[in-house]
Each structure stands twice: as C-alpha cells, then as structure tokens.
C-alpha cells in the first residue's frame, strides 16, 4: 500500500545551524506534500507545501525540496532557534488513502542553545 | 476567527463509560477528519466524513463512533469497546478540491481513570 517514510526519527542541532529532514513516498501519482509542525501539547500546523510542478519552495528560514523521479522530498530549516523545537510531519497526497493524505512518522527536532 | 475547535482539552473517562469530543470547525469545509495519536507516534485514521450525513471508517475505527449532522461538527464517541483509549486525539477538516490542504484543531487529550 501507499506510505511515507520519514528520517531521522529524533534530531539534535546547535542553534544557528541547520536542519534536514528527509521524506520518501510510494504513489508515483503523488503531488502534493505539505510539512506539518507540531508544538507540545498542540495541534500540527501548516508551514509549508509543495507541488510537483516545482522542485523548490522557499519561504523565510524554511525551504521544502522535491526529487519526483526519485520520489523523495526534504525540510530545510536554516539559522535554527529554540522555537523551531517540535515534531516535524512530512505528508503525501495518497491516492487510494481514505484521509486522502499519509503522514510520515515525525521528526522531533531539538534545538541546542 | 476562522479554525477548528476541540472540546474538551482534557477528558477523563472512567472504565466502561462512553464519552464524546467536540469537534467544531466554522471554514466552510466539506470533509473533517478524527486522527488519534499515541506517545512518539504518527497519526492514525479513526473516521472521516466528506458530506453532512455520511462517514467512514479510517484505519483504527473498532470501539469509536462519529455522526455528522451539520457541516460544522463532527463529534467522536469513545465507546467503552475501545479498550485502550489513552491517546491525543486529532480533529481535521479540508475544503474538497484536487489536492487537499488538512486544517488541525488543538487536540483533546483522553486518559483513563
């Protein structure tokens, strides 16, 4: 069936550095991929998306890319700070999937002052 | 202000006791989602409706029910079936289109006494 599967699992970075993480999905068809950021004790949010007619986003310290003949996408966080600490969902526009969307795993992000 | 709301934020259930979530959203979207999240974990699929009146079983539905009498609601039953209720629950709602952005509402929290 369809996945998403997401990498690292738990990350660690010096504030001021940067920060990748990195998605794989299977449905070929796939053409949306939005990147969820959720805060402790919250809901995830929004904070970026892509669609496959674009092979990059940019948007302030946050940049998605997208490699659709190796059907892999990646978070970009530059100049980390302490708010950029939670979990990070990848997620896929999936086809055969009820919700219609496949979430990765997460990722949470920890920033070291 | 436009957005989904949970209510409440924490809940208690007793054993052998059913008890409902609120979910409410006023974006005059068409499909709402029920996630349930464990510790550390992703997000997995309970129930999801696309039309006032009609819903569907997710991935983990067995010992939850929904109803979806109005567009802007879509309460989530924890029946006393679901022997393991512990988890932060995820409520979502989209605009029906061809690639569909997921809207989160704050979760509620359910622990079992």
């Known amino acids: 069936g369809e996945n998403v599967e997401q990498h690292p699992s738990t990350l660690s970075v010096q504030e001021g550095d940067s920060a990748v993480i990195k998605c794989t999905y299977s449905?070929?068809?796939?053409?949306?991929f939005p990147w969820y950021k959720q805060e402790l004790g919250k809901g995830p949010q929004l904070i970026i998306d892509?669609?496959?007619?674009?092979g990059e986003k940019k948007d302030q310290r946050i940049a998605v890319t997208l490699n659709k003949t190796a059907k892999h996408f990646s978070l970009h966080i530059t100049e980390t700070q302490p708010e950029d600490s939670a979990v990070y969902f990848c997620?896929?526009?999936?086809?055969?999937?009820?919700?219609?969307?496949?979430f990765g795993s997460g990722t949470r992000l920890s920033i070291r002052p | 202000d436009g957005g989904i709301t949970q209510s409440p934020k924490y809940l208690f259930r007793k054993e052998g006791q059913n008890v409902t979530l609120s979910c409410e959203q006023n974006?005059?979207?068409?499909?709402m989602y029920w996630y349930r999240q464990d510790p550390g974990q992703g997000l997995r699929l309970i129930y999801y409706s696309q039309i006032v009146n009609d819903f569907q079983k997710g991935d983990i539905a067995e010992g939850y029910s929904v109803s979806r009498e109005k567009k802007e609601s879509f309460p989530l039953t924890v029946t006393s079936a679901q022997k393991n209720p512990t988890a932060f629950y995820l409520c979502?709602?989209?605009?029906?289109?061809?690639?569909?952005?997921?809207?989160f509402g704050p979760g509620t929290r359910l622990l079992v006494l």
């Open positions: 892509i669609r496959s007619n674009v």
């Open positions: 449905d070929s068809a796939s053409n949306y």
């Open positions: 979502a709602s989209t605009q029906t289109g061809v690639q569909e952005t997921q809207y």
């Open positions: 974006l005059n979207h068409d499909a």
């Open positions: 997620a896929a526009e999936g086809h055969s999937s009820a919700s219609k969307i496949i």
